[in-house]
């Protein structure tokens, strides 16, 4: 009996470690992808901003580059203490002030910017975060596909990193393209489907008039996109347009992977069992993201699978041992992978030694998920 346990909760470990390996294998290549839309519909781009005056003006002209005479751009000035409307209406950005402190994040401002959104049936709605630039097209490739196909859109969502950023700045900004690039495309290949990420997201107007923006989640996109598929609405990749934001500094993104990370534990607890009921009831696709979503933070999933493997070795479970050999082989394999085809420019060779400090900074992060646990959003500081 004890054998029969122990096959039982190394299968059951070694799911997620496979999950993540199988996306690092399929994801981490490039497809071939059609030339981006020269034109698309009008489109409008929804700002929040809170306190952003020293970074919002790259991002407004960025933008800005990008419109046309019917496009449209809306920023949400979201209980700010300085000049980030002023700045924001100085660039030629329509602006709404609001003011609540104890209702902030991103759905309540969108929802505040509703009554100012141009009408029409074929007008995309974009969310653009206020310190995030768009790459050439971006914004017309997202209208085009948002509206053509009828479905929330996420674009690439990556960061920039600094020539002066740390190692372990670069690992995390590396962890960070795992997540909303090989992983995304993974869940493209494999079910068609994708998960919202913050910013350089899409919709039809249609679309984001039905969507309640209301919430103060940590991680209330990620949510979302998942209530989008749980409805039966479709939610689609775009892999040819992509938005970058600044990489926080190592103090920063101590704080920023806690408020994510959580949310995360959090969100898993709170959406899996519903993507498995919807599955299994009506769109088969959503096992696969439910399998995603099981996939802890990777540090943690590695601290906590090893530790179980290093139990069995010692009281002699060789066989449940040799299964999570295999799982956590094939995920450093595809880690590796992931790293040779995407992450070379962000981690160079010769700073992969940095792992190891990596993993030991980032495990805290993990176990204060128990012991200091983040509930609250708080803007992160972009000082690299």
């Known amino acids: 009996m004890p054998n029969l346990i122990a096959w039982i909760v190394a299968s059951i470990a070694a799911v997620p470690v496979l999950m ?3 996306e690092c294998f399929v994801g981490s290549h490039a497809a071939a992808v059609s030339p981006p839309a020269k034109d698309g519909p009008p ?3 929804l700002m929040p901003a809170h306190n952003e005056e020293r970074g919002i003006e790259d991002s407004i002209r960025a ?7 019917r496009d449209q751009l809306i920023v949400i000035a979201d209980n700010c203490s300085d000049g980030t409307a002023s700045i924001a209406r100085s660039l030629g950005a329509t602006v709404t002030e609001r003011v609540d402190p104890d209702r902030r994040g991103k759905g309540y401002a969108l929802e505040a910017a509703r009554p100012y959104v141009a009408q029409g049936r074929r007008r995309a709605i974009i969310v653009v975060d206020a310190d995030c630039i768009p790459d050439r097209h971006a914004l017309r490739q997202l209208a085009a596909t948002a509206v053509n196909e009828d479905a929330a859109v996420q674009a690439i969502d990556l960061l920039s990193v600094p020539a002066k950023a740390t190692p372990l700045v670069r690992i995390s900004c590396f962890a960070f393209l795992v997540k909303n690039l090989v992983r995304q495309r993974a869940l493209k290949r494999l079910a068609d489907v994708a998960l919202l990420q913050g910013t ?9 008039a039905r969507i309640d923006w209301g919430g103060g989640s940590l991680v209330e996109d990620l949510d979302l996109g998942i209530r989008l598929l749980i409805g039966g609405e479709r939610v ?3 892999d040819r347009a992509a938005f970058f934001s600044p990489a926080s500094s190592q ?8 408020r994510w990370e959580h949310g995360m534990l959090d969100g898993m607890a709170r959406n899996v069992p519903r993507l498995i009921v919807a ?7 959503l096992l696969i993201v439910a399998a995603d979503q099981i996939i802890p933070p990777t540090v943690m999933l590695i601290a906590a699978v090893t530790s179980l493997w290093l139990t069995m070795w010692v009281i002699g479970l060789f066989g449940p041992a040799l299964l999570l050999t295999g799982a956590l082989a094939l995920l450093v394999l595809g880690l590796g992978v992931a790293w040779s085809k995407c992450g070379r420019e962000i981690v160079p060779f010769d700073m992969l030694g940095q792992s190891i400090r990596y993993f030991a900074w980032k495990l805290p992060i993990a176990l204060q998920f128990i012991t200091r646990r983040e509930g609250r959003w708080v803007r992160t500081e972009r000082k690299p």
């Open 63 to 69: 933008v800005r580059a990008q419109m046309r005479s």
């Open 279 to 285: 599955g299994l009831r009506q769109r088969p696709a």
């Open 20 to 22: 993540l390996a199988l």
């Open 236 to 238: 689609l990749f775009e």
């Open 200 to 208: 350089g997201m899409a919709f039809p107007q249609a679309l984001y």
């Open 251 to 258: 103090a920063a993104t101590v704080g920023q992977r806690r």
């Open 43 to 45: 489109f409008t781009v």
